[in-house]
């Protein structure tokens, strides 16, 4: 078989194994956004966790709560994690 033609079949098929774990990331990151309850969901559920100083961990108790975006920093889709025991809490709206 021609070489060049074997190397392009390699990388055809490398650029399609990469474009569809590249789709599996995004429906895997949609449906776990979806899942996450809203900081209204959060709190139905755990009423003890509203303090005067704000949420706390449901897990920990920890009041030590910081934001990271879903897929990456720039994601404007945000994750609120207990800095503490590293559970995730809920998303925003």
Request: hydrophobic share 40%; proline share 3%.
């Amino acid at each position: 078989m021609n070489p060049g033609l074997m190397v392009g079949l390699a990388f055809a098929g490398g650029a399609a194994v990469f474009g569809y774990l590249q789709f599996a990331d995004i429906r895997k990151a949609r449906r776990s956004w979806a899942s996450m309850p809203t900081l209204s969901d959060y709190i139905d559920g755990h009423p003890d966790c509203r303090t005067a100083d704000g949420i706390r961990c449901a897990n920990c108790r920890s009041g030590d709560i910081t934001e990271k975006g879903l897929a990456g920093e720039r994601d404007a889709r945000r994750v609120f994690v207990c800095a503490d025991c590293g559970a995730s809490l809920y998303r925003s709206a």
